[in-house]
């Protein structure tokens, strides 16, 4: 190639192109590889625009939707006659969605002078990087620098192998042509609360296999508790300690084979989804002498900064160590670059968002209750209900279910974590993180006016709780 590049990035999600973006505003010289057809075109964006992050909440909105004209408007003395959905054009703007957001980023590189190389990338010795375009001549690059970024694929198990038609990852599910009458979700983590929650809404008889004996186990124990009363009762059936053992196709049916709490059973479904976590993907990525250390789940061993093992090559997002999250993947995108560049960015590990797009939804940031006490603090917490808030009442009982609870630490009064489930806790939760990386104190938080009537307003509460001073509760265990 005639083309000197300061730096190639190997994958186009959002680790990488946002990586891409940021070292071109720097004056890098850049180039991007990304082999992703989707729709029958190359298309930037990564697992996250395509087949992930956008189009799964694109599809939890359509069916939001349409479960809250069904079921939320009654209340507000407003009939709809039968209401009616069209899943061919559901499906259709979706697609649109992810189309219009995949097409933005191929323009945004343009926009910036990064050359978008359409095929695959594999970093050789000596930090080169071999080029296999779709079409044409196979390629070495001699970068400045290099990026890994090729993100992560879905975990298959042998015991329900995907045949992309009756059984499917979180890709399939995505595009249903029509709604399966029984549906069996085996992994209750957070692709499939969100997946088994679209279809419930759009009409399956939904059943979630969880293999652990605990639901969420990384959320803090009282969310957990919570969002598994409200999933439930909202027509979830979430089985926990039930482990999938086996599957069998018969026909057009799927017969899951599960134990629970030492007794076999099975259930018929028409439809199967498989959400047990993903993995890193380096298939194809690196020479045999790339230089390149794995870990032995076959993650790229990287520092604090995300530096390899090799000298110049970074490696980010679902490929390194961390939650598997597109805006960590983003973040360390960036910081990647801006250490290249000398600056001193530092990615803040602690204050990584978690959020599961149901309704209500459920967020949190920074320390559980439970991992808290664990790590030696002496916790104090506190919560408050949207139950009784102005906002939420008005809104609707749609909008009234769950809380908005605070960690501390008692000694200093920092805050250490915020857990909300109810109305817009994916934004909501941003206040937590933005006061953890103000080091806030509670105090902090219970010192400032809150607009009224806000949902917000919650926050504030939960802050007060924390010292037994909630104003719109009766807290007798006032401190201060
Ligand atoms: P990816 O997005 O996986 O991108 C890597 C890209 O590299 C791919 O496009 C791949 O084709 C390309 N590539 C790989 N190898 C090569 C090679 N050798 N040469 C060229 N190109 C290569 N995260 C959130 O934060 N919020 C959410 O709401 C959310 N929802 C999700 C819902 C679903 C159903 C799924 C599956 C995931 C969801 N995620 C969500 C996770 C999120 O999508 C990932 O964390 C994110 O995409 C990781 O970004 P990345 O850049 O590391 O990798
Ligand atoms: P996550 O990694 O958050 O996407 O969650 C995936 C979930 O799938 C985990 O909670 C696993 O315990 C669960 N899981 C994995 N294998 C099985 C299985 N065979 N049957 C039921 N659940 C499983």
Request: net charge negative.
């Amino acid at each position: 190639m005639s083309q000197q590049f300061d730096l190639v990035v190997i994958g186009g999600g959002p680790g990488g192109y946002e990586a891409a973006i940021r070292a071109a505003q720097l004056g890098f010289k850049v180039a991007c590889i990304e082999k992703r057809i989707h729709n029958g075109k190359p298309s930037l964006g990564g697992t996250c625009l395509n087949v992930g992050c956008i189009p799964s909440k694109a599809l939890l909105d359509s069916s939001h939707r349409y479960e809250a004209t069904t079921h939320d408007l009654a209340e507000h003395g407003i009939s709809t006659g039968e209401v009616k959905f069209d899943l061919d054009t559901l499906l259709a703007r979706k697609d649109k969605v992810v189309d219009q957001l995949t097409g933005g980023v191929a323009g945004l590189l343009k926009g910036n002078g990064i050359e978008w190389l359409q095929g695959s990338g594999k970093l050789l010795a000596g930090k080169k990087v071999e080029f296999t375009p779709f079409e044409g001549d196979v390629q070495v690059l001699e970068p400045k620098y290099v990026i890994l970024a090729s993100g992560s694929v879905p975990v298959n198990i042998p015991v329900a192998p995907v045949d992309e038609d009756l059984i499917v990852d979180s890709t399939g599910a995505l595009k249903f042509p029509e709604v399966p009458k029984r549906l069996g979700v085996i992994g209750a983590g957070v692709i499939g609360l969100e997946l088994g929650s679209v279809w419930r809404r759009l009409g399956s008889e939904v059943v979630v296999f969880e293999a652990l004996d605990a639901f969420l186990p990384m959320a803090d124990k009282a969310l957990a508790k919570e969002f598994q009363k409200i999933l439930t009762k909202q027509g979830l059936d979430i089985r926990i300690g039930a482990k999938v053992a086996a599957t069998e196709v018969n026909g057009r049916e799927v017969t899951i084979k599960y134990n629970q709490a030492g007794e076999d059973k099975e259930q018929v479904f028409d439809k199967v989804i498989v959400c047990v976590g993903r993995k890193p993907y380096a298939e194809g990525l690196l020479a045999e002498d790339s230089g390149i250390k794995l870990t032995e789940r076959g993650f790229v061993e990287v520092n604090d900064q995300c530096l390899t093992s090799v000298d110049g090559v970074y490696a980010i997002g679902d490929l390194v160590r961390g939650p598997m999250l597109a805006h960590k993947a983003m973040e360390e995108g960036v910081m990647a670059v801006e250490r290249i560049h000398g600056h001193a960015a530092q990615v803040n590990y602690d204050t990584i968002i978690s959020v599961i797009y149901t309704h209500p939804e459920a967020a949190w940031v920074g320390l559980s209750e439970e991992a808290a006490t664990e790590k030696g603090y002496t916790v104090k917490a506190g919560q408050f209900p949207f139950a009784v808030n102005g906002r939420a009442l008005a809104a609707g009982s749609a909008e009234t279910a769950g809380f908005v609870k605070f960690v501390a630490d008692e000694k200093t009064d920092r805050l250490l974590g915020m857990h909300v489930i109810g109305p817009n806790a994916s934004d909501i939760v941003h206040q937590g993180m933005i006061a953890m990386e103000f080091v806030s104190s509670i105090e902090d938080l219970q010192l400032m006016t809150f607009g009224h009537p806000t949902y917000s307003e919650v926050v504030h509460e939960a802050a007060l709780a924390v010292d037994g001073r909630a104003i719109h509760a009766i807290q007798r265990k006032r401190k201060k």
